[in-house]
């Protein structure tokens, strides 16, 4: 089976704290992405990466940077953090080659800052 | 871009009835299809895709979703609810065929509630 997994469950952090959130899959896949989730929102994309060392931004960057160092796993930094930044964090990802491929997802990663 | 539209945020249904829950695509060009689910406190969960092999799609848990080109539709059924069920549902829609960046947009969701 496929597995992403998240490095915590649940997170607590002050404003300005630089935070990382770290996403590790195991199937070899070529596509990893960051989302967050807000009641009512749905799932929003924050970035992607498609390859190690490349991303491109999704529909909400702002705030937000992120990692590939390697193929399998995707980082997500936000700076300094803020309150407005509290969420659930999801990452997933999925094998390249053609759109009908599904994505795999973690758990998720329930930050609030305060 | 794409986009997707999921009519109703909230549906609720007694245990044993019909699940009917709505996705509406926008795309010029029949695009792929996805519905996940989501249990509290955990990530999303495919539940089946349309791939243009057939219109009628069976996934897991006896759900089923049919694409209607005519209406860019890809509603969500079921025919009997169980408690279980109670959860939130997404659809998404892909990126136009021939990209290869596996980018999904989601809906907004549905949030199930299912009475005893």
């Known amino acids: 089976d496929v597995k992403v997994t998240q490095s915590s469950r649940y997170l607590v952090k002050r404003t300005g704290e630089k935070v990382f959130l770290e996403c590790v899959q195991d199937?070899?896949?070529?596509?990893m992405f960051w989302y967050r989730q807000d009641p009512g929102l749905g799932l929003r994309l924050i970035y992607f990466s498609y390859d190690v060392k490349m991303k491109e931004k999704g529909d909400i960057p702002e705030g937000y940077s992120v990692s590939r160092e390697k193929k399998e796993r995707f980082s997500l930094i936000l700076e300094s953090a803020s309150t407005n930044q509290t969420s659930m964090y999801l990452c997933?990802?999925?094998?390249?080659?053609?759109?009908?491929?599904?994505?795999?997802f973690g758990p998720g990663t329930r930050l609030t800052v305060l | 871009a794409q986009s997707v539209t999921q009519l109703g945020s909230h549906v609720s249904v007694s245990e044993g009835a019909l699940v009917l829950l709505r996705c509406n695509y926008s795309?010029?060009?029949?695009?792929?299809l996805f519905w996940y689910v989501q249990y509290p406190n955990q990530g999303l969960q495919l539940l089946l895709k349309?791939?243009?092999?057939?219109?009628l799609v069976k996934g897991i848990n006896g759900f089923e979703a049919e694409f209607k080109k005519s209406e860019t539709s890809f509603h969500l059924t079921k025919p009997s609810a169980h408690m279980s069920d109670a959860a939130e549902y997404f659809c998404a829609v892909s990126e136009t065929r021939g990209s290869t960046l596996g980018r999904l947009y989601f809906g907004r969701g549905t949030q199930l509630t299912v009475w005893p």
């Open positions: 349309y791939t243009s092999a057939a219109t």
């Open positions: 199937m070899d896949h070529e596509n």
């Open positions: 795309s010029s060009v029949p695009p792929y």
């Open positions: 997933a990802s999925s094998p390249s080659g053609s759109s009908y491929n599904e994505q795999f």
